[in-house]
């Protein structure tokens, strides 16, 4: 089926809330250590800003598994993934069980924001920007407007230090969201345009949280904290955190933190 068949998006929207738990890095430009007297572990932000990749996709849409195995391919790579399961395409026949209203919610923030009429799947974002030619790998280009660093304070806790650089153009105040990403899901699909796929999903989002705005000075840190519930046991997670500019959408600075236990 064309890709144009999905880019309207149904009105009717799943009215599932997943969720789940967190901690898990996958980026070569932060630096991850176990601090031995607690047991916990940590990671500190890179001096360029880490690209954060944002896939729109859905199990009741054949044009989605071509994107869901690119995206698979970017494990171990210098960027913050993270695959939003909408589930507006329920009706046809298939309930994503990883899909949300709230990723939905998301991806019409998104579009408002970039001025698009619709929303679509497969859609890519690419550090708050549609990103219609999506492939290959994202390169961290450009300098950090901010500073991140992530630790575990215990079972489902976390804790951020953002911290805002004098960077060039950097915005006056900034947002931030974590997410919880989990590797390894697979559904054999019964009903709809997917009927008898297996269908392997990495970086799936299993939790969603805004973390509010802030308006602190230049060289100020601004502590974070999150609770995330129980993992899925057998499934390599991760805990991501993005730091973005409000009005554009921009990300300033993002980390995902990987942690046994």
Same mark, same amino acid.
């Given at each position: 089926m064309p890709l144009a068949h999905h880019f309207l998006a149904p009105p009717s929207l799943s009215h599932r809330f997943l969720a789940a738990s967190a901690l898990l890095a996958i980026t070569s430009a932060v630096t991850t250590s176990a601090i031995a007297a607690t047991g916990?572990?940590?990671?500190?932000?890179?001096p360029t800003i880490t690209p954060v990749l944002e896939l729109y996709t859905s199990e009741g849409c054949s044009s989605c598994p071509p994107a869901d195995k690119w995206v698979s391919t970017l494990k171990g790579k210098n960027l913050v993934v993270q695959a939003f399961h909408v589930g507006y395409w329920d009706y046809i026949g298939w309930v994503d069980r990883f899909a949300s209203p709230a990723y939905t919610s998301r991806q019409r923030e998104? *579009?408002?924001?970039?001025?698009?009429?619709?929303?679509?799947t497969p859609q890519a974002v690419l550090n708050g920007q549609?990103?219609?030619?999506?492939?290959?790998?994202?390169?961290?280009?450009e300098p950090a407007k901010a500073s991140i660093t992530l630790q575990q304070l215990g079972p489902d806790q976390f804790e951020a230090s953002v911290?805002?650089?004098? *960077?060039?153009?950097?915005? *006056?105040?900034?947002? *931030?969201?974590w997410t919880v990403t989990e590797h390894g899901h697979a559904s054999r699909v019964q009903a709809g345009e997917?009927?008898?796929?297996?269908?392997?999903?990495?970086?799936v989002v299993r939790q969603y949280t805004q973390a509010g705005e802030y308006k602190p000075a230049v060289g100020s840190s601004q502590k974070l904290t999150?609770?995330?519930?129980a993992a899925t046991p057998g499934h390599p997670r991760q805990v991501n955190l993005v730091v973005f500019d409000p009005k554009t959408g921009s990300t300033l600075q993002a980390l995902s933190l990987q942690c046994q236990g």
């Open positions: 916990q572990c940590a990671a500190t932000s890179g998104i *579009a408002a924001r970039n001025k698009q009429r619709s929303i679509y549609d990103w219609r030619d999506w492939g290959g790998q994202p390169t961290a280009k911290t805002s650089l004098p *960077a060039l153009q950097t915005p *006056a105040s900034w947002s *931030a969201y997917n009927r008898g796929e297996y269908l392997q999903h990495d970086f999150f609770r995330s519930i």
